[in-house]
């Protein structure tokens, strides 16, 4: 039987992949301290550089500042 993987990312335990897009996965997560569960979006930071999207993810961050972001080489 195979184990379930999973990843923790400050509070959060991250799970499977809800989403996928060009720049970014969109994951299950559990705040390990409530239980809360909400969407992760985990953006490809080479993706990000080699596409030359630095401003757009910045600007996207600044308009969405009730989301938490978290970047992963």
Do not use: W
């Not at 239980?35 to 979006?41: D, F, H, N």
């Amino acid at each position: 039987m195979m184990k379930k993987v999973t990843r923790k990312v400050g509070k959060y335990e991250v799970g499977r992949t809800i989403g996928e897009g060009t720049f970014a996965k969109v994951k299950f997560a559990q705040n390990r301290e409530t239980g809360e569960s909400v969407a992760m979006k985990i953006l490809s930071k080479s993706a990000i550089l080699k596409h030359r999207m630095v401003d757009q993810v910045t600007n996207y961050s600044l308009i969405s500042p009730f989301l938490n972001f978290c970047v992963l080489g």
